[in-house]
T-cell receptor, first 113, second 115 residues
Framework: NAGVTQTPKFQVLKTGQSMTLQCAQD?????MYWYRQDPGMGLRLIYY???????DKGEVPNGYNVSRLNKREFSLRLESAAPSQTSVYFCASRPSQGSHEQFFGPGTRLTVL | GESVGLHLPTLSVQEGDNSIINCAYSNSASDYFIWYKQESGKGPQFIID?????DKRQGQRVTVLLNKTVKHLSLQIAATQPGDSAVYFCAENAAYGGSQGNLIFGKGTKLSVKP
């Protein structure tokens, strides 16, 4: 099992450009999450999907959209990137039944100029 | 709102010593707590968890202690090794409404192990 995979690993955008961060998990987990991590900060939840077909806002959803394409894939889209969105983005998944442990991907380091 | 915080942002220990990383939480309704380790350039990795009906849980070289009276959580690492150098995060379960199962993370403590 590859676990949680994220693409790309690194990305540089100009202000106003758009892009989609991809995330996939092969553990048959129901719930998936997108976080951002800024220097000296913990992880902040952007959006989550409790199950296939549902998505909900987290703590910092502004400027982002998500799509739960199927059970495996959960993408994060920046429609018009801003410098404040420079961050490291982590995707995570969770089985939902009987466990709160989340499994994290390796992250995408995004810089917006 | 809820918060999960840490008493010390950095901790430096000698190789072989024991390390104690502390965490305070504010939501007395939280029923699950988890510690993650994050090495430089990687995603967080699960270390150990504990439910609110327990005071202590032990793993391999790690122990988590939960004091619900003062809403305090600690992670103890025995015989700290250079490979333990990382940032450690505590997180609590957001035990409310539709967000149940979501985790709220603290800001992290950076552990440095001196050889």
């Amino acid at each position: 099992n590859a676990g949680v995979t994220q693409t790309p690993k690194f990305q540089v955008l100009k202000t106003g450009q758009s892009m989609t961060l991809q995330c996939a998990q092969d553990m048959n987990h129901n719930s998936m999450y997108w976080y951002r991590q800024d220097p000296g900060m913990g992880l902040r939840l952007i959006y989550y999907s409790a199950s296939e077909g549902t998505t909900d806002k987290g703590e910092v959803p502004n400027g982002y959209n998500v799509s739960r394409l199927n059970k495996r894939e959960f993408s994060l889209r920046l429609e018009s990137a801003a410098p404040s969105q420079t961050s490291v983005y982590f995707c995570a998944s969770r089985p939902s039944q009987g466990s709160h442990e989340q499994f994290f991907g390796p992250g995408t380091r995004l810089t917006v100029l | 709102g809820e918060s999960v915080g840490l008493h010390l942002p950095t901790l430096s220990v000698q190789e072989g010593d024991n390390s104690i990383i502390n965490c305070a939480y504010s939501n007395s309704a939280s029923d699950y707590f988890i510690w993650y380790k994050q090495e430089s350039g990687k995603g967080p990795q699960f270390i150990i968890d504990i439910r609110s009906n327990m005071d202590k849980r032990q793993g391999q070289r790690v122990t988590v202690l939960l004091n619900k009276t003062v809403k305090h959580l600690s992670l103890q690492i025995a015989a700290t090794q250079p490979g333990d150098s990382a940032v450690y995060f505590c997180a609590e379960n957001a035990a409310y409404g539709g967000s149940q199962g979501n985790l709220i993370f603290g800001k992290g403590t950076k552990l440095s192990v001196k050889p």
